[in-house]
């Protein structure tokens, strides 16, 4: 089946505590993003790839840190995590050669306390 | 800069109603335009992509339609049921970053 998983769903940290949020497509996708879903702010992207070892920032970029050493693989890493960062986090990716229709993971829900 | 705004915020109706959503966008030069599903603390599920080239798209009892020149979407939706209570977002992807910039959503409830 043709999916985006992400891991852990849910996460309950402590402030300062590093963490990695991992992110996996079966897709072959090229392009690889995360969002952040904040209650009256809605979707906002945080990290974008365009390829293998090809990463940049996208809006709201402070306090993460992604990598893209494997084509399906993105993680996102917090190095040292902050209560403005509690958030349902998505990982998105597609393909330019399929018109660049986004698939979502499941979302991961942090709680930073 | 693109603003993608989505009318109305909430939507409560009858089950078996016709009713479409709106979607409308300040910059007419899309690449594409998603609509997604999202279920409360869920994930989003793509529903229709409309690539600027189209005027609309189908899939069931869902109909898309993109209006570049006047700057809106819409999303039918027939013959609605209470599974399709949700909220219902478009997302414009432009520019080379990779990045859907995504409208409020609209929060449908479909009442039996």
């Known amino acids: 089946e043709a999916q985006v998983t992400q891991n852990p769903r849910y996460l309950i940290t402590v402030t300062g505590k590093k963490l990695t949020v991992t992110c996996s497509q079966n897709?072959?996708?090229?392009?690889m993003s995360w969002y952040r879903q904040d209650p009256g702010l809605g979707l906002r992207q945080i990290y974008y790839?365009?390829?293998?070892?090809?990463?940049d920032k996208g809006d709201v970029p402070e306090g993460y840190k992604v990598s893209r050493k494997e084509k399906r693989n993105f993680p996102l890493i917090l190095e040292s995590p902050s209560p403005n960062q509690t958030s349902l986090y998505f990982c998105?990716?597609?393909?330019?050669?399929?018109?660049?229709?986004?698939?979502f993971g499941p979302g991961t829900r942090l709680t930073v306390l | 800069k693109q603003e993608v705004t989505q009318i109305p915020a909430a939507l409560s109706v009858p089950e078996g109603e016709n009713l479409v959503l709106n979607c409308s966008f300040t910059?007419?030069?899309?690449?594409?335009l998603q609509w997604f599903r999202q279920d409360p603390g869920k994930g989003l599920t793509s529903l229709l992509l409309?690539?600027?080239?189209?005027r609309e798209q189908t899939s069931g009892r869902l109909n898309a339609s993109l209006d570049k020149s006047s700057g809106r979407s819409t999303l039918y939706i027939a013959a609605s049921q209470p599974g399709d209570s949700a909220t219902y977002l478009c997302?414009?992807?432009?520019?080379?970053?990779?990045?859907?910039?995504f409208g409020a959503g609209t929060r449908l409830a479909v009442h039996p």
């Open positions: 910059d007419s030069a899309i690449y594409n």
């Open positions: 790839s365009m390829n293998v070892e090809v990463t």
């Open positions: 409309i690539q600027s080239s189209q």
């Open positions: 998105a990716s597609s393909s330019p050669g399929l018109y660049n229709e986004q698939f």
């Open positions: 997302a414009d992807f432009s520019g080379g970053y990779n990045k859907l910039i």
């Open positions: 897709m072959n996708h090229e392009y």
